[in-house]
């Protein structure tokens, strides 16, 4: 789903087989399967992933971010750690909007892969499959305003109380054999999103906006909400996927050579503020998300090709 006007968004972790005793040196195995009805025949090529980890931090007014775990990336294991925090209690008007917005994230990427395993796709086309695990302990908590008084003649107004917990992925494959334009030029195929914020995704929200153009002014605006106001929490296992379908200019050729790149990221936003708008009432926003301590982190845990 897109998330509405006025609300603001700020992004690697175990390779098929790895675990095991060819998991030495910091080499990671990308298990490539040729289609499922001659999945005997895979076989695992070893490659090495550089990995850059990385966190942020936006925070104004009362609001605060916090990196609680510093993120980390073990290259033996493929296992990404981290935990972060956000708050935005309620705050008397500011110069700068109360929010706060924190983020820690992988980024892993290998040049010159081929794909010489793969066989023949003449019946189907071929997918590659980025399949991630995780073990998450996150909670939130979202007061709305109480009432929101807009300036309709203002450009821009808004009364916003926002909270969010996500985990987001995607991957990227190029084509570096075939593609004259470099990198994101012919030849590359690129995954679905994954945007894991449904359990923890909460906003309340009045705004109104001018859009202008050629000197006729048009008025958007409206009242929107989603999720639960008060806290929430979620424990637990999941489970989610990239999806990449190497057909078209992207199409696999068994001699050309690929670059493959992956993200992960873990963030939380909280927002409580208005925009040439008067609010009442005691709004807040708060969020967390830990993947770090208790047993808790992300694993990759099979990228496949069929």
């Known amino acids: 789903m897109d998330r509405p006007k006025g609300i603001r968004r700020s992004g690697w972790t175990r390779i098929a087989g790895l675990g095991g005793t060819s998991a030495v040196a910091a080499v990671a195995l990308i298990m490539v399967l040729s289609p499922v009805s001659q999945a005997a025949s895979a ?88 399949n991630w695990s995780a073990k998450v302990n996150e909670s939130w908590f979202m007061t709305p305003y109480s009432s929101c008084a807009l300036q309709y003649n203002a450009s821009y ?24 334009w470099g990198q994101y030029g012919y030849g590359y195929s690129f995954s679905n999103f994954v945007d894991i914020y449904t359990s923890s995704f909460a ?13 006729s002014c048009t008025l958007y605006g409206g009242n929107y909400s989603y999720g639960t106001s008060g806290p929430g929490s979620f424990v637990g296992s999941l489970s989610f996927s ?46 967390s998300i830990n993947v770090g301590t208790h047993g808790n982190g992300v694993d990759l845990s099979s990228i496949v090709l069929t």
């Open 203 to 215: 906003y309340s929200q009045n705004y109104s906006q001018y859009y202008c153009y050629a000197g």
């Open 43 to 130: 076989r695992a090529s070893a490659i090495s992933l550089s990995a850059v980890v990385s966190a942020d931090t936006t925070q104004g007014a009362c609001g605060k971010a916090r990196l609680a775990l510093a993120p980390s990336w073990d290259k033996k294991t493929g296992h990404f750690l981290g935990s972060v925090s956000s708050s935005s209690p309620k705050c008397k008007a500011q110069a700068s909007p109360n929010e706060a917005i924190s983020e820690e994230y992988v980024q892993l990427e290998t040049e010159s892969i081929n794909f010489a395993s793969a066989l023949s796709h003449s019946t189907s086309a071929p997918t590659l499959y980025v």
């Open 242 to 287: 990239n999806q990449l379908n190497m057909t078209g200019t992207s199409a696999i050729g068994p001699t050309d050579h690929y670059e493959v790149s992956l993200f992960l990221m873990i963030d939380t936003i909280a927002e409580a503020y208005t925009e040439d708008a008067t609010g009442k009432g005691h709004p807040s926003a708060s969020a």
């Open 157 to 180: 107004s808004l009364c916003t109380s926002y909270t969010e917990d996500t985990i987001y992925s995607y991957a990227m494959v190029d084509d570096l054999t075939n593609s004259s």
